[in-house]
T-cell receptor, first 115, second 112 residues
Framework: NAGVMQNPRHLVRRRGQEARLRCSPMKGHSHVYWYRQLPEEGLKFMVYLQKENIIDESGMPKERFSAEFPKEGPSILRIQQVVRGDSAAYFC?????????????FGDGTRLSIL | SQQGEEDPQALSIQEGENATMNCSYKTSINNLQWYRQNSGRGLVHLILIRSNEREKHSGRLRVTLDTSKKSSSLLITASRAADTASYFCATDANQAGTALIFGKGTTLSVSS
């Protein structure tokens, strides 16, 4: 029973390039969340998606960042024209439904390094 | 803004001892959750306590919640070296309980 799968585990980009991070939720989960973690910090919520819909993107920067969760395939977090400050670990989580009592299941993250 | 704040930031104990971590939060919540993160890995859900619950147990874990003080504690009894990790509390950010707000975590080191 595979958990949340994220790839790549490590991604190196030069300033100005694009970064694409992928997340496949657990089987049967239709809700996906993206979080960012800076060194020595807790996770910061970025965006919450259901299939083909962005439900809450209140934590996502207005520029350069976008997310999607298509009908088929993984959820994608896309960062355009990356800058040094984008260096962080990006975690995806999934849950079977929304609501107050649903724990979120996390992947092992993508470590993004910007040169 | 930071919702959950864990205390202490770091804790070092010997195997067999108990470890207690505290979490304070600012706004009303529907539930509070504790997660563990091993170095270089994702977060593992440990336990969820609802706002109308005061205490919950799971194996060697005991969580308390005091909504009047907006605080929670996580107790790990008879700690093992494998318990070495960072521990985070998380609260729901909105009425729908979708986004989680995490504290900065407590780093626990258990030496044998």
């Amino acid at each position: 029973n595979a958990g949340v799968m994220q790839n790549p585990r490590h991604l190196v980009r030069r300033r100005g390039q694009e970064a694409r991070l992928r997340c496949s939720p657990m089987k049967g989960h239709s809700h996906v969340y993206w979080y960012r973690q800076l060194p020595e910090e807790g996770l910061k919520f970025m965006v919450y998606l259901q299939k083909e819909n962005i439900i809450d993107e209140s934590g996502m920067p207005k520029e350069r960042f976008s997310a999607e969760f298509p009908k088929e395939g993984p959820s994608i977090l896309r960062i355009q024209q990356v800058v040094r400050g984008d260096s962080a670990a990006y975690f995806c989580a999934s849950s079977p439904a929304t609501g107050n009592y649903q724990p979120q299941h996390f992947g092992d993250g993508t470590r993004l390094s910007i040169l | 803004s930071q919702q959950g704040e864990e205390d202490p930031q770091a804790l070092s104990i010997q195997e067999g001892e108990n470890a207690t971590m505290n979490c304070s939060y600012k706004t009303s919540i529907n539930n509070l959750q504790w997660y563990r993160q091993n170095s270089g890995r994702g977060l593992v859900h440990l336990i969820l306590i609802r706002s109308n619950e005061r205490e919950k147990h799971s194996g060697r874990l005991r969580v308390t919640l005091d909504t009047s003080k907006k605080s929670s504690s996580l107790l790990i009894t008879a700690s093992r070296a494998a318990d070495t990790a960072s521990y985070f509390c998380a609260t729901d950010a909105n009425q729908a309980g979708t986004a989680l707000i995490f504290g900065k975590g407590t780093t626990l080191s258990v030496s044998s």
